[in-house]
Every structure is written in structure tokens, then in C-alpha cells.
């Protein structure tokens, strides 16, 4: 069965940097589009970023100039690069693919202390 399984989360102060990864199983990982997805307390769920099979980007406007998504396919693993992290940027953040379905990960917690 398909998993995401993220991991990097923590937490930094404002200014600072985390790098999360999401390692896929159960999918063909190299023609999978993926994403990254965060949300914090109370308000919905947003799409941060994403990476397509042939590694074309797209970002929300809030996080770009500041965070990277890439990949490795060799890994099945997609990263997000994060940095001068502010406050705001504080949320749970889940890696997902719509590779034959929609699949989320467990998600992990990012927390930026101002």
C-alpha cells in the first residue's frame, strides 16, 4: 500500500532553517507529482508546494523565495527546504500525492518561536 512518511519537523527560532523530508513507498515514485501541505491551529489546510515527475515547481506566494521542494528519485524521498522561517510559518506539514488516489502522510510538527 502506498506511504508518506514524513520527518524533519521541529522546532527553531524566527530566521532559521529545517530541511523535512517525506519518503514514499508503494507508488512509482518517479512519475508522482508531489506536494507539501501545512496547517496550523485553527485554520484549514493549505498547499505550500509542489514538484512535479520531471521536477517543475510551484510554490504559494507566502512561502516563495523561502522555501525549495526537491527530489530524489533514487531515494523516493521529497524534501522541503525551509528557510528564514518567521512565526507564521508554524503548522503541521503533511506530504501528499495523488498518484492513483489521494495519499497523505502522518505529517510533522514545525514550530518557529519569534
Known amino acids: 500500500q502506498v506511504q508518506l512518511v514524513e520527518s524533519g519537523g521541529g522546532l527553531v527560532q524566527a530566521g532559521g532553517s529545517l530541511r523535512l523530508s517525506c519518503a514514499a513507498s508503494?507508488?512509482?515514485?518517479?512519475?508522482?507529482?508531489m506536494g507539501w501541505y501545512r496547517q496550523a491551529p485553527g485554520k484549514p489546510r493549505e498547499f505550500v508546494a509542489t514538484i512535479s515527475s520531471g521536477s517543475a515547481t510551484a510554490y504559494a506566494d507566502s512561502v516563495k523565495g523561502r522555501f525549495t521542494i526537491s527530489r530524489d528519485n533514487a531515494k523516493n524521498t521529497v524534501y522541503l527546504q525551509m528557510n528564514s522561517l518567521k512565526p507564521e510559518d508554524t503548522a503541521v506539514y503533511y506530504c501528499?500525492?495523488?498518484?492513483?488516489?489521494?495519499?497523505w502522510g502522518q505529517g510533522t510538527q514545525v514550530t518557529v518561536s519569534s
Open positions: 508503494g507508488i512509482i515514485f518517479s512519475i508522482a507529482s
Open positions: 501528499s500525492t495523488k498518484w492513483r488516489g489521494d495519499y
